[in-house]
Each structure stands twice: as structure tokens, then as C-alpha cells.
């Protein structure tokens, strides 16, 4: 195989683990899943992947993001690219201050409603989820891509090659 690298898929709906493990495998990945945040940064941790792909809802509204969250803060994991899978729309921006975008978002009352602002910036790719948390405080974390579910595997494989080049 010319690919050994390795991916985790976290998410609760073994359908969607079972079909996105079967297009990673068949292109030469290695792959890992788990059902829950707990499972999942615990194998996190332990196989140091090369890329990890988040479900949003899980046990909870926003588990997904509470993964990501201790991802990217983690000095040892925070290396690691991650794709979130959501049905969620994706707001696009061409301002490569993500965060910036989705605080003016945020202030919009045609938005200040929304529990979860996810952008991505259309020039640099950058991307961010913005959400209110179970006590309506505003969480930010960058991530590197988000993926519609169900999730089609013309878009994937191309997302995956892109963040595992850079």
C-alpha cells in the first residue's frame, strides 16, 4: 500500500463509521474509530493519528466539538488536522480571520440565535467552530475542515490528501 497513514473516525452512528472506514481502507488508509469523546481521546492519545474525523452529536449536543477543543488545546495532539462531519451549514467568508468573521456573526441578530456558527474562510481555508456552550458562554477553536454528511467520498479523499500534504 502506498499509504500507511492513520485516520480516527469518532462517531456514534456505526452506519457512518462502517461507510467511512470502507472508502479510507480502500485508498490505503489505516483506520481507527470510536463511539464517544472519552473513546475517542483516549485512542487519540494512544495512536497519535495523522488526521481525526469528529462527528458534532454524540452523547451530547456538542461532544464533537469538546473533542476538538481538547485536541487543539493539547500541546501533543495539537498537531493533528481535524475534520468535522456535520449537517450543520458552513457560513463562508473570504477574511482569513475566521474567528473575527464568526464574532460578527454572532453580533448579527439574524444570527445571535444560532447555538453554533461554524466558517470557513473560501481564500485560505481557514475554518472555526464558534458555539454556545450549556452555559451560553462562547467556545472558539480552529479546526481544518468541515464535511456535509452523509459524507460522499469525492469530497473527502480530496480533503484528507490536501491536509495530510500540507
Do not use: C
Not at 462527528?55 to 461532544?63: C, L
Not at 456573526?105 to 453554533?116: G, T
Amino acid at each position: 500500500m502506498k499509504n500507511l497513514k492513520k485516520i480516527i473516525i469518532v462517531d456514534d452512528d456505526i452506519d457512518v463509521i462502517t461507510a467511512v472506514e470502507s472508502i479510507l481502507t480502500a485508498k490505503g488508509f489505516k483506520v481507527f474509530s470510536a463511539n464517544d469523546k472519552k473513546e475517542g481521546l483516549e485512542l487519540i492519545i494512544k495512536e497519535n493519528p495523522d488526521l481525526a474525523i469528529l462527528d458534532v452529536m454524540m452523547t451530547t449536543q456538542f461532544e464533537g466539538f469538546e473533542l476538538a477543543e481538547s485536541i487543539v488545546k493539547n500541546q501533543t495532539l495539537k498537531h493533528i488536522p481535524i475534520i468535522i462531519q456535520t449537517s450543520i451549514e458552513v457560513l463562508t467568508t473570504t477574511k482569513p480571520s475566521v474567528q473575527a468573521m464568526a464574532q460578527q456573526f454572532r453580533q448579527n441578530p439574524d444570527y445571535s440565535d444560532l447555538r453554533v456558527i461554524l466558517v470557513k474562510d473560501l481564500v485560505t481555508g481557514n475554518a472555526g467552530v464558534d458555539y454556545l456552550n450549556e452555559n451560553n458562554e462562547t467556545v472558539w477553536f480552529p479546526v481544518n475542515a468541515f464535511v456535509k454528511k452523509p459524507v460522499n467520498a469525492s469530497i473527502l479523499i480530496p480533503e484528507i490528501e490536501k491536509l495530510l500534504n500540507k
